[in-house]
Structure formats: structure tokens, C-alpha cells
């Protein structure tokens, strides 16, 4: 694959819609874990895979910027931003 084409591959993963960019992500993994693709391949499939699994967390981070919650505070309802919870590992 050539630089302008393989450009081109990245590009368009940018403008899939997440749940394109995670059916594609699966498509990959199932590929990468059945082992039957050449080095090559594999190595494409990795490098596609880990772009795909970069753009789903920007994608997720952005809408995560853009959520409202809900919450009532003195008997009236109020929107604050969305604050997730941090894992405590």
C-alpha cells in the first residue's frame, strides 16, 4: 500500500461514525486473533486497529465533553456538566 494510499485509509476512518469505527475495531481484532494473515497483513491490520481504537476514544471523549446531567439541588432541577466517575484501582 502506498503513502497516499494508505493516507487516504486513514482519513476515511476519521469520518466513520463510532459505531463504524468499533464494528471495524472487532473486524480487525477477530482477524488478528484467528492468526491466518500474513506479516504483512498483520501488520497493517495492527496499525489500522490502533488508529480505529484512537479515533473511538477521541470520539467518546468528545461527546463526553458535551453531556449535561440532570441534578436537583434545593427542589429545582439543574443541568451541570457531566462529571464521570474516576476508577478506584
Known amino acids: 500500500m502506498s ?3 494508505r493516507n ?3 482519513e476515511h476512518l476519521e469520518k466513520l461514525p463510532f459505531e463504524q469505527a468499533m464494528e471495524r475495531l ?3 481484532v477477530d482477524r488478528l486473533e484467528n492468526g491466518d ?3 504483512e497483513e498483520a501488520i ?3 496499525e489500522e486497529g490502533m488508529r480505529l ?3 473511538c476514544g477521541e470520539k467518546l471523549d468528545k461527546v ?3 453531556m449535561e446531567m440532570l441534578v436537583q439541588e434545593n427542589g429545582e432541577w439543574v443541568k451541570k456538566p457531566f462529571q464521570p466517575e ?3 484501582e
Request: without cysteine; negative net charge.
Open 8 to 10: 487516504n485509509r486513514w
Open 3 to 5: 503513502e497516499t494510499d
Open 64 to 66: 463526553e465533553q458535551q
Open 26 to 28: 472487532e473486524e480487525v
Open 86 to 88: 474516576e476508577d478506584s
Open 53 to 55: 481504537s484512537r479515533i
Open 44 to 46: 497493517q491490520l495492527y
Open 37 to 39: 494473515v500474513s506479516l
